[in-house]
């Protein structure tokens, strides 16, 4: 079994930051891409950040310059450091993971993560 779970969410004013994490657990062989994604009420989920297996990283325009993702492999997590927060990311995050796992190495295996709450409120 894989687990992804996700922490560091909450509620921080608008200018303030906050740190996600998102640690992969269980029987993992590899793992590739690790993405941030994020869903506000009464919208589509949006990709914020994706990191490759060798630290190369993407951001959605409305995240540049206020978002770092990035990685430690040796624990298996992602981070995603959020700074100068705006109410509009008010949202639920979700990490995700192309995953191969001890079971199936010839297999890439998309798993998400339950999601971390951040609000971003005066």
């Known amino acids: 079994q894989v687990q992804l779970v996700e922490s560091g969410g909450g509620s921080v004013q608008p200018g303030g930051s906050l740190r996600l994490s998102c640690a992969a657990s269980g029987s993992i062989f590899s793992i590739s891409a690790m993405r941030w994604y994020r869903q506000a009420p009464g919208k589509e989920r949006e990709l914020v950040a994706v990191i490759t297996s060798g630290s190369s990283t993407n951001y959605a325009d409305s995240v540049k310059g206020r978002f770092t993702i990035s990685r430690d492999n040796t624990k298996n997590t992602v981070y995603l450091q959020m700074n100068s927060l705006k109410p509009e990311d008010t949202a639920v995050y979700h990490c995700?993971?192309?995953?191969?796992?001890?079971?199936?190495?010839?297999?890439?295996?998309?798993?998400w993560g339950q999601g971390t709450r951040v609000t971003v409120s005066s």
């Open positions: 995700n993971a192309d995953l191969v796992t001890e079971g199936e190495i010839f297999r890439v295996r998309p798993y």
